[in-house]
């Protein structure tokens, strides 16, 4: 079969078949992939609905950096998500939803009733002006409407951009701001845990400062007493009835052009507040989908739950996007790992039978910490494979989660990706790749990692760690921060000429595997969730009596990273652990509680050099719990304050 292509007369495509079936093939594609890639993704596309074939595959550089993939075509990524699966998977499921309450009831949704859906809700969207390229902000708990609102987006060219259901009115202002958004969908409330969280309320205090919003549809979901305000706020149910009034009529999708924004998710960098990472049709579809069948080796019927919030990239593009493309059952689950009790995830695999598990180390080492009794009566039979992403998996979370949670009968696929990278770069492939505790093992098809030292050279051959880069475009990449292309080419392009650079340090061991050992910048992964620490200071700077900051991360025995707050806040305190929660609130009011300093620690002063930079090195050492062996300190402008800071270590 050669390279698992079916070649046919002249003229008419070559399809790449989108699952790998074994190492060699994967060793065969691989190679195809970097020594032919317009023709790799060609085959890769050809799996794909287009309205118009693309005139060009690729063109690039990384220097603006200027990325363009399948040039001139013409396609609606819900088309490929819905429309080309009703004839062959119409009664199929696409979602299933499982409530954060045991109690109420999952609901299904069909892809022809998803279909529905989303194109009555696109509607919606048109009866409240909104049109192609509006930037629309998705503030949603975890519900089927999250979903069908993002897809109607799509459906009629709007761009989304959803912000996270624990980011505070500040945040969402932020981003609501920097991209002008028309338009805010929204729900009364989210249950999450025991927690009820006011969404409506926190996007009205968010408001006050948007003037460029003029609509809010609100969905129902908690009937927590909300304030509706006349001519701007209206009801998601009342505008569905609305449509269906006007005799639902079908809703076709907008034509776009490949390159066209599909959307926009802020992400935190090492400097300033976060950055608007967009994406585009065509690449991202592809990219999704191809990366979605072949790492999780999809078959048809399997129910692939993907633990992640829509509100994160995890769930753009393996909750909707990726699965939905590829006609599967996606779960999708409102709650928590912990709630009602520890063992709900398990409870979830049993009673939808789910066949592929993808989570995140933390809720891992969470479900760990409580123990195995929890597992004992659940049937876990019908898992099939294991996935991990968001942070470095440590071997013992590993391990357990492969004895416990696989029976040693399930391959983990830890998946090292970003925001920016759209889709999956370095990960096995269930049951071909040979898996390794902690390593996210190869590069995926049409994916060129490379190792770089400090000065950009690169490092080659096996055995050596270093700053892990991107020598060559692939679909899902990020085109540009939204509003500010020098931001992009700053933060990514800059730093390592020709190379897109990863933010991440990574070793290559003596099989050429790769592992990702964590961030390399000013970047913290608490929880999975990325925190700049730059964002957090300037939150902490925010509370009256702090003169200034620096954060820094810790390890953190679930969390992967805590966050450690070194705070000068020269005024006497009556009560120390009253500012503590004081500034901690702060934190909470600014960014939102995921940012929450873990530790607070009161300082004289920051260990500086003469130039005045905050020599982050050493308070990291000192978060860490080493106080011997601390480097050099001479070039300090006060090296007393080091003793200092030592002594009142947390
Ligand atoms: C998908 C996602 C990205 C950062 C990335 C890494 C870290 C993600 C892994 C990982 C080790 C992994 N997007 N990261 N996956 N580190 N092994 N399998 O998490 O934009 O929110 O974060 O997360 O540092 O740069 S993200």
Known sequence: MGINCNLTAAN???????????????????????????????????????????????????????????????????????????????????????????????????????????????????????????????????????????????????????????????????????????????????????????????????????????????????????????????WWEDEVKKVETQGNIPCPAEEMDAEDELFILYTSGSTGKPKGVVHTCAGYMVYTGYTFANVFQYEPGEVFFCTADIGWITGHSYIVYGPLSQGATALMFEGIPTYPNPGRFWDIVEKHRVNILYTAPTAIRSLMSFGTDLLKDKDLSSIKKLGSVGEPINEEAWHWFDENIGHKKCPIVDTWWQTETGGLMISPIANVTKTKPGYATLPLPGVQPVLVDETGKEIEGNGVSGNLCIKFPWPGMIRTTYGDHERCRTAYFATYPGLYFTGDGCLRDDDGYYRITGRVDDVLNVSGHRIGTAEVENAINMHSSVVESAVVGYPHDIKGQGVYAFVVCPEKHINEELTRSDIAMTVARIIGAIAKPDKIQFVTGLPKTRSGKIMRRILRKIAEGETSNLGDTSTLLDPAIVDEIKAGAL
């Open 12 to 234: 008419i495509p070559i399809i790449m078949n989108l699952k790998i079936s074994s190492f060699e093939e994967y060793k065969q594609v691989y190679q195809q992939s970097v020594e032919q890639p317009e023709e790799f993704w060609n085959g890769i596309a050809e799996n794909f609905q287009w309205r118009k074939k693309w005139e060009k595959t690729l063109e690039w550089n990384f220097k603006e950096p200027k990325i363009e993939w399948f040039k001139g075509a013409k396609l609606n990524i819900t088309e490929n998500c819905l429309d080309r699966h009703l004839d062959t998977l119409g009664n199929k499921t696409a979602i299933i939803w499982e409530p954060n309450d045991p109690n109420e009831d999952h609901r299904i949704l069909t892809y022809k009733q998803l279909h529905d859906k989303v194109c009555q809700f696109a509607n919606v969207l048109k009866n409240n002006n909104a049109q192609k390229g509006d930037r629309i902000c998705i503030y949603m708990p975890m519900v089927p409407e999250l979903a069908i609102a993002v897809l109607a987006c799509a459906r009629i060219g709007a761009i989304h951009s959803v912000v996270f259901g624990g980011f505070s009115a500040q945040s969402i202002a932020d981003r609501i701001q920097d991209a002008s958004c028309k338009l805010v969908i929204t729900a009364d409330g989210g249950f999450r845990g025991a927690k009820n969280i006011p969404l409506k309320s926190i996007i009205d205090d968010a408001l006050v400062q948007c003037p460029t919003v003029d609509k809010v549809i609100v969905l129902t979901r908690t009937r927590t007493p909300v304030a509706m305000i006349k001519g701007r706020d209206v």
